[in-house]
C-alpha cells in the first residue's frame, strides 16, 4: 500500500521552535507506517488562504499514486506507538480525529441539507484513499467569497482573534463530504472499539493565544504526559 503523509508548511516559515517538536515524530511515524513524507511548501492557489493549500493533496494524491493520503498540521504532535490507523479503515471511507457539528459554523446550502449527517470538518487530521481524493477538492461551484460569507467562527475562535477566512478548509472539506457523499469515520470512534484511551497517540490544539503558550502545552504535553521527551 503506497501511503503519504502531508503537512503544510509555506515556506518552511511556521515556527521552528514548534517544528522541532513535532517533526521528529511525524517523520518516526512515517518511517513506521511506511509512509512518504511530503512537506507541502508552495502556494498553488494565492488567492486564498494561506491553509487552503491542503487542497493541493487532491492533485498530489494522483501524481504520488498513493492509495491513502494522510494529511496532518505541522503542529500535531504523534506518539512513537501511534498505530496506522489505515489498518483499521475501508478505502471508502474518509476519516478525521473527530468532527464538529457543521451548522455551528456553517450557513447550510442545499449540498448540506441534502446530505443531512451534519459533518463539520476538522482538517488538522484527514485520511483519505485514492478512491476518496474528493475530499481535498478545491472549490469549484462558488467564490471565496461565497464561501468566507457562509463561515461564522465560534466564540472562542472570535475572542482569539480568528477570521472566517482561517477555517476555510474546513468549510470545503465539510461541504465537499457533504457534496460527494463521502462516507465517514472518525478516530474518536475506532479508540473504544479497539480498547484505547482517546488522545493516546495524536495531540494537536489550535485554540491558544500565541506560538509561544502552544509551545508550553507541546511540551507539557511530551514531558509530562508523554513522557517521550
Not at 503544510?8 to 515524530?25: A, C, F, Q, R, V
Not at 491553509?51 to 506518539?79: A, M, P, R, S
Not at 464538529?100 to 451534519?118: E, I, Q, T
Amino acid at each position: 500500500m503506497k501511503k503519504t503523509i502531508y503537512t503544510l508548511n509555506i515556506g518552511s516559515n511556521y515556527s521552528k521552535e514548534i517544528t522541532d517538536l513535532t517533526y521528529p515524530l511525524l517523520h518516526q511515524y512515517s518511517r513506521k507506517i511506511g509512509a512518504d513524507f511530503y512537506e507541502i511548501t508552495e502556494r498553488k492557489f494565492p488567492d486564498f488562504p494561506i491553509t487552503y493549500e491542503k487542497c493541493q493533496i487532491y492533485e498530489l494524491g494522483k501524481e504520488h499514486k498513493n492509495d491513502w493520503n494522510i494529511f496532518l498540521d505541522c503542529d500535531t504532535l504523534v506518539h512513537p506507538d501511534c498505530p496506522d490507523w489505515t489498518d483499521y479503515m475501508k478505502k471508502d471511507t474518509v476519516a478525521h480525529h473527530a468532527h464538529d457539528l457543521a451548522n455551528v459554523r456553517w450557513k447550510y446550502d442545499g449540498v448540506f441539507w441534502r446530505d443531512g449527517r451534519n459533518i463539520g470538518s476538522a482538517t488538522w487530521c484527514c485520511f483519505a484513499s485514492d478512491w476518496c481524493l474528493d475530499l481535498f477538492k478545491p472549490l469549484d461551484d462558488m467564490s471565496l467569497e461565497e464561501a468566507v460569507a457562509s463561515i461564522y467562527p465560534i466564540k472562542i475562535e472570535r475572542d482569539l482573534g480568528m477570521t472566517s477566512q482561517k477555517l476555510i478548509e474546513d468549510y470545503v472539506f465539510s461541504r465537499n463530504i457533504a457534496r460527494y457523499g463521502l462516507k465517514f469515520t472518525t478516530l474518536r470512534l475506532l479508540y473504544p472499539a479497539l480498547g484505547l484511551q482517546e488522545g493516546a497517540y495524536l495531540w494537536h490544539t489550535y485554540l491558544v493565544s500565541s506560538l509561544e503558550e502552544k509551545k508550553v502545552l507541546i511540551e507539557r504535553q511530551l514531558k509530562k504526559v508523554w513522557r517521550v521527551l
